[in-house]
Structure formats: C-alpha cells, structure tokens
C-alpha cells in the first residue's frame, strides 16, 4: 500500500486522476451496478484526463489535436446522465443532436482552430446552465428517489458548478496565452480542468445522484388555482393506495412510478398533491414512511431499522424528516417513549 501510494505521487496529476477514474469505472463494469451512461461519463472523464497527461506531461503532442474533442464528450453526457436518472430514459431519436458538440468541435480542429477558445467555454457553460435551469423549473424529478432527500439536486448542482469551472478554466487558458504566459497552461490544467473532472465523475458515481427530494418547505403559490373537484379525487385514489399497498416501504420509490399505478399523467399527479395537501411529493410520501417509522420505534426496533424498514435511504434525511413530522428527533421520541412507558 505504501509503495501504491508513493508511486501515485510521482505521477503527474492529470494521469494519476485518469487512473482514478478509470479503475471505478472498470470496478463498476465488472460489479454491474450502474446505469450505462453513468459509467460512459466516468469513462469520458477518466479518457480526457489521459488524454492531458499523455499531450502535456509526455510530450505526446498528437494528443493535443483530440483534446479539445475529447474535452467537449464530457458536458452532454452530463446532461444526457442527469436527464436519464431524474426525468425521462435516453432516446436516441429525442436526444441525438447532443452529438453536435464533439462534431462541431472537431470541425473547429481542423478548420478554425482559433475559434476553440470560444466554441470550448460556451459549451461546457452552456450545459452546466442548462442543468441550473431544469432544475430550477421542474422540482417534480419524477424518476427520482423519493427517499433520498435533498442529496442527488444537491449533486446535479454541484455537477453543473464544475462545468461552469471547466468553462472558466478554458477562459484563463485563453487569457494566458493571449498573455504570452505559455507557463502558466500546465499550471491550470493540471490542478483546475482535472479536479473538475475528477469531481464530475466522483459525483456522478453516488447512488443519490438518481434520486432526490425537496427539503425545502411547500409555499402557496397564489397562481395556481385551488383543487377541483377531479383533484380531490385523484388524492382519495392516491390514499387509498398508500395504506392498501403501502408503496411508500420502497426506497426507490418514484413519482413516475406512483403515477403508473394510478394511471394518471406525472405532472397531473404532482399538481394535484402540492394543490390538496399543500406539499410536494417527497413531504407527502415522507408523511407515511414517518408514520411507519414511529409504529417500529413503538415494536421496539431501534433507530437504524425503523430507518430502512420505512424506506428511507440516509439517516440524515430520515433525522430531518422525523423532526419535521414529528417535532422532535428520534432520539427525543424514544426517550419520551420510555419515560411514559
């Protein structure tokens, strides 16, 4: 192990993240547990930081002719994995055009190089907004994880910032060279353009990063008219499932999914849960997974298997969710359950 690791700091940065990257993915390959594109990006992230190394640390200099191809893979497939874990599955009649990045890019390469000091930020920006966007203007992440709590947004947006940081590393990559400070490129892309890949392709590997949920309070938007008569409906359907089959029990529990079993479009089923019961569809389902958490507490199950028994995947958003619910943490629940008892 010691010898592992003072060969790893001999390396150069670009390489020794290559090999980083390169062995989680392999790793997850062979064990088979995520989604394809997810390993597809780490691979990408994992190709471009070797692509660096073997141009600027080896003196490979064919390489530098592919890397800003290589560089611009990384970005829609950000996209591409983010949209395929919260939204909607890849479709390659829908989803094609993405490929316009690498292309349009490796025609710069050959015809206008000179243009690449622009073409490169905007895309990585253009996609780390895009990303910021979405989520802002759609909370519902119907493929979501209910019971992962506010973690996986909270990775997409982190994902989205290290796209807008390799965007503003390519910018001082142009400023120094427009500079004459040639000395200054390794400098910048060894330290600033390979923590962001690495950081990318770290982030994308969390199982949070396919589910999510919303921590933040229900506000009352007064644009949006109040339920109907067809809502409260909808809701009566939606109890009545919760206490029959108890969907709420699995950790990976979506809102696509609920909206399958009541055969009602997604977003008709979200609006109709924040319009009736005045809270987004992770408070709504955490309501019952709570419920079920307090009668195991009352069994004699301890925290940690009241937890996973009532489908919730993190202690922290279980702790968070038991106070809102209940007014007091677990640990005062229980506590005040063996005073009364």
């Not at 119907?142 to 506010?150: E, F, K, N, Q, T």
């Amino acid at each position: 192990m010691l010898v592992y690791s003072c060969l790893m700091l001999t390396l150069p940065i670009p390489l020794v993240v290559a090999l980083i990257l390169g062995f989680l993915a392999l790793r997850h390959v062979v064990a088979g547990d995520r989604p394809i594109l997810f390993l597809i990006l780490l691979a990408a992230c994992a190709g471009q930081s070797l692509v660096i190394s073997l141009n600027q640390n080896y003196g490979l200099s064919g390489f530098a002719l592919i890397q800003p191809v290589t560089a611009v893979a990384a970005p829609p497939l950000a996209w591409l994995t983010f949209q395929s874990a919260v939204f909607r599955p890849l479709e390659v009649k829908r989803d094609w055009y993405h490929l316009l990045a690498p292309v349009f890019t490796t025609f710069c390469t050959a015809f206008a190089p000179l243009t690449l000091d622009f073409v490169l930020p905007v895309i990585f920006a253009s996609y780390g907004v895009a990303i910021l966007i979405h989520l802002r203007q759609d909370d519902t992440l119907p493929l979501a994880r209910l019971g992962s709590g506010p973690l996986p947004a909270r990775i997409w947006k982190a994902v989205s910032v290290l796209l807008l940081l390799s965007a503003l590393s390519d910018v001082l990559i142009a400023i120094a060279l427009h500079l004459g400070r040639t000395e200054w490129q390794p400098l910048i892309i060894s330290v600033f353009t390979s923590f962001t890949l690495l950081g990318i392709g770290l982030l994308s590997l969390s199982r949070d990063a396919e589910g999510t949920g919303d921590d933040e309070p229900a506000t009352p938007n007064p644009s949006v008219p109040g339920p109907s008569e067809k809502d409260a409906t909808l809701i009566a359907r939606l109890d009545a499932l919760m206490e029959a089959r108890r969907p709420y029990l699995d950790p990976d529990l979506t809102l696509a999914r609920l909206a399958r079993q009541l055969h009602v479009p997604i977003k008709q089923l979200s609006a109709a849960i924040n319009r009736v019961k005045g809270e987004n569809v992770s408070r709504y389902v955490n309501g019952f997974r709570i419920r079920e958490a307090c009668a195991r507490l009352d069994e004699g199950d301890n925290v940690t298997e009241a937890m996973f028994c009532s489908g919730f995947n993190t202690k922290s958003n279980f702790n968070r969710e038991f106070t809102r619910v209940m007014g007091q943490p677990p640990s005062a629940f229980l506590k005040a359950k063996a005073i009364n008892a």
